[in-house]
């Protein structure tokens, strides 16, 4: 089953639902910003997409800056403020098993698929 993070206000995210639904797989969305991940989540979704936590977040978010986060601050902390404020998290990621993408190009999600 393929499980998206999804933000229905993002193009990319829509655009990668989209290619999820034209693939004909079963598939969840999630809208993360009604449902939250929570931080067990947050560090989860870090080990499959296997990148560093800043790179599954939006510094350029006018809210990362609010809060007084920077790109060289712990992954620790940075997770609990994206567990804290969702909107910090990249969109869309999708899940299938225990492996994820960034929907960034959307194209990027056929590697699940």
């Not at 639902?17 to 989860?44: F, Q, S, T, W």
């Not at 870090?46 to 920077?70: C, H, N, W, Y």
Request: proline content about 7%; some cysteine; overall charge neutral.
């Amino acid at each position: 089953m393929i499980t998206i993070w999804h933000n229905p206000r993002c193009s990319k995210s829509r655009q990668t639902l989209a290619l999820i639904e034209a693939a004909g797989l079963p598939h969840m969305v999630r809208k993360y910003l009604e449902d939250a991940p929570n931080l067990a989540e947050l560090e989860k979704a870090q080990v499959a997409l296997g990148v560093a936590v800043i790179d599954m977040l939006r510094p350029s978010e006018k809210l990362f800056k609010e809060l007084g986060l920077t790109r060289t601050d712990s992954g620790a902390s940075l997770l609990s403020a994206a567990a804290q404020n969702p909107i910090l998290i990249e969109r869309p990621i999708v899940f299938s098993g225990n492996r994820a993408v960034i929907g960034r190009p959307p194209e990027a999600v056929e590697a699940l698929l």
